[in-house]
Every structure is written in structure tokens, then in C-alpha cells.
């Protein structure tokens, strides 16, 4: 047998060595990053989701795609399945395992603790239409550069901390937060296409970009809006100026990243989505 079909052989045998026994180990509420081989019609199966790769920033040769790992999931075991033309081509596993989250003790308004009846009904609503956004998944490929900061300043709270709003635990962090006094420049991270302009009851002032392929970036918290639904933006334009609107203990920036309509850790994201880039010379 030729080296290179011996070390392919021995390749697959680790592969689903890993798969039945193991499992690649990732956090709750991060996402796992799965370089393959271009392949025709390829689609992968991830739970109950369909997931489509994304095409390789700097090898044309091969397909990346980020499968989520939801914050509050209960399973201890994740598996994927990757298939060219229906035929499965690969499969794997993950072992998720809990992240070392902390928690905050936060003050806010009552009425962001318990809303009214009238504001109960806004909140469903704009969560519903967030949903029916993250739930769209576009092929046009944004997906090109590197990711970069919003803002650059101090990370005042990070991704999956457990809030405490006045002394009731409602809920985790979804994002990290910026400190950013109000009016302070926001760019978009990365190129993409407008989806939502809107001021929200928890978020404040809000902006999504989606960026293709089930992945969006979220701005909350904003003042002013210097795009609207539907423009096209580059990385490093300035899409807003931070605020302080909607559930908020001072002004600041609040960014999110959503991948098919899992919310995940944005510095771990945008860290393992520009690792990518290294090779390049």
C-alpha cells in the first residue's frame, strides 16, 4: 500500500475511532469549526438542522462550516453527517462539555424585569421577528476577510455569563459587551447585508448584518442608526453610534453572533473563523 493511501486509511480509523468512542470536546455555547474537502452538493446534517458550508476564504480546495453548540442544551453528545449528492461522504462528533461561566449581579428598571402585559407582547413579537431573520439562511458568500472589532475598546462583560436583574436570575449573557460611552463609532465586523433596523424593548437600538450562510452579527444598545434595511456594508463601516437604550446598567455596545439561529460565543467565533487566514504568505 502507497504511503499516502496508509496514512488516509489510518485517517478515517482515528476519525470514527473518535466518532463512536469520543467525540472533538467544545463548550456549551461555542461553535465548532469543520474543515473538509470540496465536495459536490454538499449539506450537512447537524441534529435537526440542515447546514451548508461555506466556501474556504483562502483555499479554493476546501468547504468550512461552524456547527453550534446551544448555551443551554442538555446533550452531552452532538453528531454531524456531511454529504455530497445524498451520499454520506463524512460524519463526526462532538463532546460538549460545560463552560467555565460566571455570573453577574445586575440593577436595572423593574419594568426590564417584569414588563407589563402590552410590552409582553412587543417582546414576543420582536423576538419572533428576530427568529423568522436567523432562521434565513442566503447563500451569497460575504464571507471573504477576516472578521474584525466593532469598537475598539475594553470588554466590560463576556458571552455566557449568568445574569441576576435584581436579585432574580432571568436569564445569560448572549454576547460580550464593549464599553463604549454614548455616540462612540460602531463598524460592522465584517462585510454583509442589512437585515434589521429597529429600536427593541431589551436591545435598544439594534442592527443585524447578515453575513451568509446562517451566520449574523448583532449591534445592541445603539443611538443613532447609519444604515437602513437592505444596504450592503463593508467591513469597517460605521453602522451606528453606541447608546444606551433598552436593558442596560450604563452606555455600552453589545454584540452578538447568531449561526443558524443558535446564538454562540462571538470572540471565540470570530478567533477560530480568522485562524483561517494564517497560512496565508
Do not use: W
Not at 474537502?37 to 462550516?65: M, R
Not at 460575504?142 to 466590560?156: Q, R
Not at 463598524?187 to 427593541?200: A, E, P, Q
Not at 443611538?223 to 453602522?239: A, E, L, P, R
Amino acid at each position: 500500500m502507497k504511503l499516502k493511501n496508509l496514512l488516509k486509511v489510518l485517517f478515517y480509523l482515528l476519525f470514527f475511532t473518535t466518532y463512536l468512542f469520543g467525540g472533538v470536546k467544545i463548550d456549551n455555547g461555542k461553535a465548532y469549526l469543520v474543515e473538509f474537502d470540496k465536495v459536490e452538493n454538499c449539506k450537512i446534517k447537524y441534529g435537526s438542522k440542515t447546514i451548508y458550508p461555506i466556501p474556504h476564504p483562502i483555499n479554493k480546495n476546501k468547504l468550512i462550516a461552524f456547527l453550534p453548540v446551544e448555551y443551554k442544551t442538555k446533550l452531552k453528545k452532538k453528531f454531524y453527517h456531511i454529504y455530497s449528492n445524498d451520499k454520506k461522504v463524512l460524519e463526526g462528533s462532538l463532546k460538549i462539555t460545560k463552560g467555565n461561566y460566571k455570573k453577574e449581579i445586575l440593577k436595572v428598571s423593574k419594568k426590564y424585569v417584569k414588563p407589563k402585559k402590552k410590552n409582553n407582547k412587543r417582546i414576543e413579537k420582536e423576538y419572533l421577528e428576530a427568529m423568522k431573520l436567523y432562521s434565513t439562511t442566503t447563500k451569497q458568500n460575504f464571507l471573504i476577510k477576516k472578521f474584525a472589532m466593532p469598537i475598539n475598546s475594553k470588554i466590560t462583560s463576556k458571552y455566557g455569563n449568568a445574569r441576576i436583574f435584581n436579585g432574580n436570575l432571568k436569564s445569560y449573557h448572549s454576547g460580550t459587551d464593549f464599553r463604549a460611552k454614548v455616540g462612540t463609532k460602531i463598524k460592522s465586523i465584517n462585510d454583509g447585508k442589512v437585515v434589521l433596523v429597529k429600536n427593541r424593548y431589551y436591545a435598544g437600538g439594534s442592527i443585524i448584518v447578515d453575513h451568509g450562510f446562517g451566520i449574523y452579527s448583532c449591534y445592541y444598545h445603539l443611538s443613532k442608526f447609519n444604515v437602513k434595511v437592505g444596504d450592503v456594508v463593508q467591513k469597517g463601516d460605521v453602522i451606528a453610534l453606541s447608546g444606551k437604550s433598552g436593558r442596560i446598567t450604563g452606555p455600552h455596545l453589545h454584540l452578538t453572533i447568531k449561526i443558524y439561529g443558535t446564538t454562540v460565543a462571538p470572540l471565540n467565533f470570530i478567533t477560530k473563523y480568522n485562524n483561517l487566514f494564517e497560512n496565508i504568505k
